[in-house]
């Protein structure tokens, strides 16, 4: 089954400090990833997908992420967090290859971001 | 156009009742999908609908059941609840089930307390 994992429970940044957060993916096809953000009593908001192609994606707030085929990886980064970046960061794969239906997600990486 | 909307935002229940959630999809969205999260977890996917059916199920037991209308809102109901119940439960839609990836676009959850 497919399933994501994200090693990292919570990182602490210094705001104006680079940001990478790190997702690893068990897939038997080329998968699709996605990285998605929660705010504190917020629902999930897409940060940004991979489908094909271009291995660097660009997504929403400045943030993007590389997808490494050989490292079974597709980490989020961002070079320069703001304090609003504080939130819940999940990394989610489709349960199946159409890519049509459930979402698994990773347990999460809380960002607290220092003054 | 409105999101994804939920309702009720918060509830409590005590153990043996039963609750009912409510999800209205995206504008033009036909599928809904349900997901629990309970508290430091990522999102656990329930079961999703299409056309009035329900498509795929995650990992949860017969107590949990579900509903969509014809105008494609959705009920989760959850019966004889257990302290264990308690958790957000994420609504999310998307358009159709073509070949092409359609993205979750998610509500901003029901928080539901078992006492």
């Known amino acids: 089954a497919q399933s994501v994992t994200q090693p990292d429970i919570h990182i602490t940044v210094s705001e104006g400090a680079s940001l990478e957060l790190r997702c690893n993916y068990s897939?038997?096809?080329?998968?699709?990833l996605f990285w998605y953000v929660q705010s504190p009593g917020q629902g999930l908001q897409l940060l940004l997908k991979?489908?094909?192609?271009?291995?660097l994606v660009q997504g929403i707030k400045g943030f993007e992420a590389e997808f490494k085929r050989s490292q079974s990886s597709f980490n989020l980064r961002k070079p320069s967090v703001h304090w609003s970046d504080a939130a819940e960061y999940f990394c989610a794969v489709p349960s199946d290859d159409t890519g049509r239906r459930a979402l698994t997600f990773g347990s999460g990486t809380r960002l607290q971001v220092q003054p | 156009d409105a999101g994804v909307t939920q309702s009720p935002t918060h509830l409590i229940k005590t153990r043996g009742q039963q609750v009912t959630l409510r999800c209205s999809p995206k504008?033009?969205?036909?599928?809904v999908s349900w997901y629990q999260q309970a508290l430091g977890q990522g999102p656990q996917f329930i079961f999703q609908?299409?056309?009035?059916?329900?498509?795929q199920r995650g990992n949860f037991p017969d107590r949990f059941s579900g509903h969509q209308f014809p105008n494609y809102s959705s009920e989760l109901n959850v019966n004889a609840l257990l302290l264990g119940d308690s958790a957000l439960y994420l609504c999310a839609s998307s358009a159709g089930q073509g070949l092409s990836y359609n993205e979750q676009f998610f509500g901003p959850g029901t928080r539901l307390t078992v006492l």
């Open positions: 609908y299409y056309e009035e059916e329900e498509r």
């Open positions: 897939y038997g096809a080329t998968p699709y």
């Open positions: 991979y489908f094909s192609g271009d291995t």
């Open positions: 504008s033009g969205h036909d599928t």
